[in-house]
C-alpha cells in the first residue's frame, strides 16, 4: 500500500483537496495522511470548510498561522519536516499557490520524495503577486503536474517542464461545486441578522457580490480608498454584499475608512462558510472580485465576474468564461458593470473537462504513477 500525504494551509486549498481526497479512497488503496499546516485558523477561514465539505479532521495540525511570508513559509517547513521523518510517505500532494504549498514542496523534494502539484502551470506573468512565485517554485520541484487548462502545459513547457511530467485533468475545485451547488444556502438565510427587510428586499431584487483581498488592492492606501469610492458608486445601481476577509478587514481600519463602507449601500459580512457563498455567488447578478477561484466559479456557474486586477493566471475564464478583467482603474470597473446591467454581462461557456470529474481522473493516474515508481 503507498502512503501518500497531503497539504492543506489556507481557504481556498479546502475546496481542492476535499475531492481528491474522496476519489482517492474511492478509486485507489492509497493511504492519505491529511496535514493543515495552519496558515488559516480562524473558525470562519477554516473549520467551517472541514465540516461543510466533510474534509476529514487533518491527521497533523503544525498550528503555523499568519506572519511575514519569509517567517510564515519558514516555520511551515521548520514545522513539516518532523512529520515527513515521521510518516514514511511515498510522495506528496500539494495544491494551488498559497504559502504551505511551496513551503511543503520544497521540505518534501529536500527530503528526496517526490512532490505532486494540483493547479500547476497557471501564471500570471506578474512576479509582484506572492503567489506567481509559490508556483513557478513548486511546479520547478513538483515530478507530477496536474493541470486544469490546457495553456498550463505550454506554460510549462516554457519553464523546461517536459510534457511526460503534466496531465491535464480538469478543475477539481469545479468538482466541488458542481457536488454542492444544488444545496447551496438562501441569500436571505446568509444575510439574517446582517440586513433588514428594506435592504434585503432590495438585495433579492438584483446584487453585486464582492471579494477583496490581494495585497496589491487592499495593503495601499490610495489604491484601496480609490476602490472603495469605485464601490460607493457601483452600490447607487446595485447594492453590494461584501464578506470581509480578515486582512482586509485589518486595512480598512488601519487606513481609517470605515465611513466609506458605511456611506455606501454595502452589506459587510464576515467571511463566509462554503455553502453559503456558494449561495451568494450563484444567484447574484455579478460578483467583483480579486480573487483567483472566484473567477472560476463564476465562470462555471455562468454569472458575470469583474475581477479587480490586471492579469490573471486563469486566462481561460477570459477566453472561454464569464470575466471581465478590469484592474483597479474606475473608468474601466465602472464600465464593465454598466456593460452587466445594461447588457448582461458575457455568458461564456464550460471550460474542456470541468465536468466534476477531475479529482477521480488525479486518482486513477496518480494510482498508476505510484505502481510506476521504484520501489524503495
Ligand atoms: C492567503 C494566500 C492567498 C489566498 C488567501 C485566501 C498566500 C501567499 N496567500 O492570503 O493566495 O487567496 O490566503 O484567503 O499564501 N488572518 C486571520 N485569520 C486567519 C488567517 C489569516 O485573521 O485564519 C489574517 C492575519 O492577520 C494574517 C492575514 O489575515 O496576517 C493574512 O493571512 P495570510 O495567510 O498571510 O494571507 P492571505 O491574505 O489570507
Redesign the pocket.
Known sequence: MYRLICVV????NFMKIAPIIDALKSETDIQVTLVHTG????D???QQFFVQLGIPEPDIDLGV???T?SI?TAQIMMHFEPVLEKYSAQAVLVV??????IACALVAVKNHIPVIHVEAGLRSGDRQM??EI?RILTDQLSDLLYTTERNAESNLNREGIPSNRIRFVGNVMIDTLKKHVTKAAPVAETLSGFANAEALAKIEAGYALLTM???SNVDDKETLTRLLDTLSQISKRLPIIFPL???TA?KIKEFGLQNKIDEADITVLPPQGYMQILGLMANAKLVLTD???IQEETTALGVPCVTLRENTERPITVDQGTNTIVGSDPVAILAAVEDVISNGGKHGRQPELWDGQAAVRIARDLSSWFDQQPQT
Open positions: 494551509g489556507a481557504r481556498p496558515q488559516h485558523y480562524d470562519n477561514m477554516k498561522g499568519s506572519g511570508h510564515q494551488g499557490d498559497v504559502n504551505s504549498t506572492p503567489e509559490n483581498h490581494r495585497p476577509h480578515p486582512r485589518e480573487s483567483g477561484g
